[in-house]
């Protein structure tokens, strides 16, 4: 069993910490800071060993060299992006493990050309970068919303109880714009009041579940691309 705590970094990162308590081991997902795993790795006598990037975007990428410098952890990342301190780029199909547990890459592009998710079957995990958020998704900096639409569905075709960890508390601003695309939804309105209590008691909102997102992301719903595109130009304004 992995053990997977989230590490809060800036205003609204999550740097990821995968423990595997039988090898030792310990992977920290898109560490845009070195400083808070760092931390936590020696607050909790953590070594780690890896780590795992899903998009080159600096606020999870940027700790690389240090976490690198500070404990000689292994750096992954995507293969179609620039990864600073990357050992090992990864692909389509490529694989990774940590302890006994073995992850596959799949590429989602659309929030950047080159996102990667890191998908652990057998432990019904992943890790999905900026692609898709708690009841939302990804700006399309760099990919177009065709591709966007597909990755998500992507995604959403995981078995329904797969964890999904994405790299920001977004859940609240998505949760209005949620209420706000589909107020006919009972889900939404029910998942809005649950999230708006969590976030009052300081509480962290992922990671999320293919099921919640298939009731409840107005992106994940949408019937095609084309109004994937409307929904996304209109949340790029929703206040």
């Not at 998009?55 to 990428?61: C, G, I, R, S």
């Not at 992850?103 to 950047?112: A, F, L, N, S």
């Not at 939302?136 to 797969?162: D, I, K, N």
Request: proline share 5%.
């Amino acid at each position: 069993m992995l053990e997977i705590v989230p590490v809060p970094a800036f205003s609204d990162n999550y740097i990821w910490m995968v423990h595997d308590a039988d090898s030792g081991e310990t992977a920290v997902v898109d560490p845009g800071d070195a400083a808070p795993p760092l931390a936590e790795a020696t607050r909790r006598g953590w070594t780690i060993t890896q780590v795992w990037n899903t998009h080159w975007h600096p606020d999870h990428t940027g700790g690389n060299a240090a976490v690198k410098a500070a404990t000689g952890a292994k750096v992954s990342g995507p293969a179609a992006e620039t990864i600073g301190a990357r050992d090992v780029a990864l692909a389509e199909g490529d694989t990774l493990r940590i302890g006994s547990h073995d992850g596959r890459v799949i590429e989602i592009p659309g929030h950047t050309l080159g996102h990667i998710a890191l998908v652990f079957e057998d432990d019904r995990i992943a890790f999905v970068g900026d692609t898709l958020f708690a009841m939302g998704c990804g700006r399309l900096f760099e990919g177009t919303a065709q591709q966007m639409h597909a990755s998500l569905q992507r995604l959403v075709a995981l078995p329904e109880e797969t964890a999904l960890y994405c790299g920001h508390e977004y859940t609240l601003a998505n949760a209005r714009f949620a209420a706000h695309a589909e107020p006919d939804n009972p889900a939404i309105a029910a998942r809005l009041a649950e999230v708006e209590q969590m976030r009052a008691e300081g509480q962290v909102t992922l990671p999320t579940t293919v099921a919640c997102e298939r009731a409840t992301n107005p992106f994940v719903r949408a019937s095609d691309w084309q109004e994937f595109a409307r929904l996304r130009a209109e949340k790029d304004s929703f206040r």
